[in-house]
């Protein structure tokens, strides 16, 4: 992980600022954990504090955080270079906040360490689909985060949602580096004791009946840990769940995320409804356009289904994003191969 570099150190630092930056090392315990508040000044907008974070302390690229953020990489950097604009005209005094500022800034600390995570789990670029320390870094910070907000539902939400989220990432490539879906994996690969420890807190934080984001999405990823086969996969609770989100945080991606469920549930054509009108804001996200592909095919539009898929190619970020996708026209060919084959001998 990066520190802040020398430019970014605009402000002196006394010799109390000193004492108290010790006492803050107790306090956070972590110096990347104590950058993040620092960074999270509220002087500066919520978006421009979180890229800018991700930027200088967590050192990710601006392509990957256009990709955290599903923006372009133009509007990504606009973001960061109007932070630091906004840092150097007002001369802010960047330091690690007294414990009420703290408590203010714990949600964006935490957005921080989501991103963080994404980043990890799906590569926004490379030879890699995973970048496993980066998912390791982020479920290291949101316990600690965790242990400086005991009593914050919505960390122990995202922390159980890290850990459940994580605790499949032995069986999301096969020996190949191919992906394998969710409902194709070995569940006998999943990590128990990950499993474990995150019910245990998704389970208390709902307790509170104050469910936040990361509380849902925590809920969902435990709804699949709980299902020993993916036929036993409880998608009506999961549509439910994504239904809340929804309404507690509008997304175009959790629509799209919530269409998965609404297919399982109602079928693809319900699903399709779902994500068409999200076209314009989806057009450069990769997993709408396999998303689509895939309902398509199902509803046996194999002509609009090969262009969502090649959409979806075109937009790919890793080899092995770029293959899965390969497989999916390889299938679409294959049944209409059989389809044609299947017509000739109707006909002979």
């Known amino acids: 992980m990066a520190t802040l570099p020398d430019d970014f150190a605009a402000t002196a630092v006394s010799t109390d600022a000193v004492s108290a930056e010790r006492l803050d090392n107790a306090v956070y315990r972590d110096d990347i954990l104590r950058l993040l508040f620092t960074c999270c000044h509220p002087d500066l907008p919520a978006e421009q504090q979180i890229a800018l974070a991700l930027r200088i302390v967590s050192g ?41 500022e703290r408590a203010e800034r714990v949600p964006a600390v935490a957005a921080m360490i989501y991103l963080l995570f994404n980043e990890g789990y799906s590569a926004s670029g490379g030879t890699l689909h995973m970048r496993l320390p980066l998912c390791d870094e982020a479920i290291r910070l949101s316990r600690l985060l965790l242990g400086l907000s005991p009593e914050d539902c919505e960390v122990m939400g995202l922390t159980a949602l890290l850990l459940l989220q994580h605790a ?15 409902e194709d994996q070995d569940r006998q690969l999943w990590d128990r004791k990950f499993i474990a420890e995150g019910l245990v807190l998704v389970d208390k934080a ?57 297919a399982k549930v109602h079928g693809p054509a319900a699903a399709l409804a779902l994500i068409e009108p999200l076209g314009d804001r989806l057009a ?65």
């Open 60 to 100: 990710l690229s601006v392509v990957e955080i256009a990709r955290a953020f599903v923006i372009s990489e133009s509007a990504a950097e606009q973001r960061i270079t109007r932070a630091k604009r906004r840092i150097a005209d007002a001369g802010l005094p960047f330091h690690t906040p007294e414990p009420g």
């Open 168 to 182: 499949r990432a032995a069986a999301r490539l096969d020996a190949d580096q191919a992906i394998v879906l969710l």
């Open 206 to 262: 709902l307790r509170h009946q104050r469910a936040g984001p990361f509380q849902l999405q925590a809920a969902i990823a435990a709804a699949h840990a709980r299902a020993a086969h993916a036929s036993e996969t409880d998608w009506k609770q999961i549509e439910h769940l994504y239904t809340l989100l929804e309404t507690l945080q509008p997304s175009p991606v959790v629509t799209l995320n919530r269409s998965v469920a609404v």
């Open 284 to 348: 450069r996200y990769f997993h709408f356009h396999g998303v689509k592909g895939a309902l398509l095919a199902q509803l046996g539009r194999q002509d609009e289904a090969r262009a969502a898929f090649n959409q979806a190619i075109a937009l790919a970020h890793t080899p092995a994003e770029a293959a899965h996708i390969r497989l999916q026209l390889d299938h679409l060919l294959d049944g209409l191969r059989t389809a044609t084959e299947d017509e000739g001998c109707r006909r002979k």
